[in-house]
């Protein structure tokens, strides 16, 4: 069995289990239309515009959020940031080539706080799927959700990372309905997949909101199928719009996550974390946990989960669907510390500015620290490189910085491709 250590962040998916094994399930740690695609097959709630043909940048992040503790077990890192690759060392990582696509996340109303969790849940489990691995190793299950009436299916790239050469993938509908699907894309730094299905009709595709638009306090509601349970919804709040977190099979993804406190276990992942509209804003990812379990597996829910933000997802997303892979932000700089260090009250200093690179290009320098990125404090370093990765390559992002000691400056850089 998986020991978890104090503090870790893993993913909240049902792992593969040994057929006939009576253990409990350990968890795995391990410009334009879309192509083809227009703004029908990504429907907007009624009184919402479509997407538009031309996405304008992301927006920054106004309120300054503090990242509370050190959650993941230390390791040297010298990366380049958001190329490619994560902190720290990994057995694996996935090639992700540059790709043209310029995506959006669909247009959504404000938040709708005086609303119902009974609403939002009967709005989203038509589009709710349930996932089964079964692997030569074992089996496992996760959740999904429907991205347009082709059969795209959205979800975590750890739920069905372990699906290779005789591997089936069964996806259960909500009229329990069953249809096999394959893998289209994975996209293992932002630990996300898009999985399809054919021949499937009357299908429900979700709607996304923007989670910058998510207020702390909000309720939430999760869906997908913990432990197993398909179609299980729960409730919470939004405990933090923009959580800097790392996870994925190999902890190579890193993100602003949507941090709640709606209860989230194994089986959650990738299935949809929504407002009270039952518009998405996040894909469940991962739980915080502070200690095992009596048999030395995973503890479950502590109210502290983390889900994937919709304008990653649904950027990363149209990647996969029109190309099979998706692209990364890189600010061009490299970094050296500790994934594990405590937020500093000044900022990520810069061991190295790569020649050529968006940050050299726009005046920045080796041991200039960076304090924000669009105004979300960056404390740590997962915290430079989510917030980096955030926002799609030839975004220009307004990066303040201390240099020298002196007084903050502010610059603007336009990210890279990695």
Known sequence: MNTEQPGTYTPDFRGPQAPGSNEEPTVVLPNGPYASYSAADFPAPA???PLS?????ATGFQRPKRRVGAFIGGAALAAILGAGAGIGSYAYLVDHNPSSVSVTSAAAPSPTLDGTVSAAAAKIEPSLVTIAVQASNGSGIGSGMVLDKDGHILTNNHVVAGAGNGSTITVTFHDGTTAAAKVIGPSELNDLAVIKVDGVKN???VTFANSTDLQVGQTVVAAGAPLGLSESVTSGIVSNTARPVRSGTNNDAVYLAVQTDAAINPGNSGGPLVNLNGDVVGVNSAIAGTSSGPDGGQSGNIGIGFAI???????????LITT???????????LTGSDSELP?????PLGEVVSGGPAEKAGLRA???VTQVNGFHTTTTDGLIAATRFYAP?????VTYIRDGGAPQTVDVTLGTA
Do not use: I, W
């Not at 043909?53 to 940048?57: F, G, K």
């Open 47 to 49: 009184g919402v515009p």
């Open 53 to 57: 043909p031309t996405p304008a940048p």
């Open 203 to 205: 299908l429900n595709p």
């Open 309 to 319: 933000p919709s304008e990653v997802a649904t950027r990363v997303a149209s990647e």
């Open 324 to 334: 099979g892979k998706t692209s990364n932000a890189q600010l061009g700089v490299r």
């Open 344 to 348: 500093t009250s000044t900022g990520v």
């Open 367 to 369: 041991g200039d620290v």
């Open 394 to 398: 030839g975004t220009s992002v307004t």
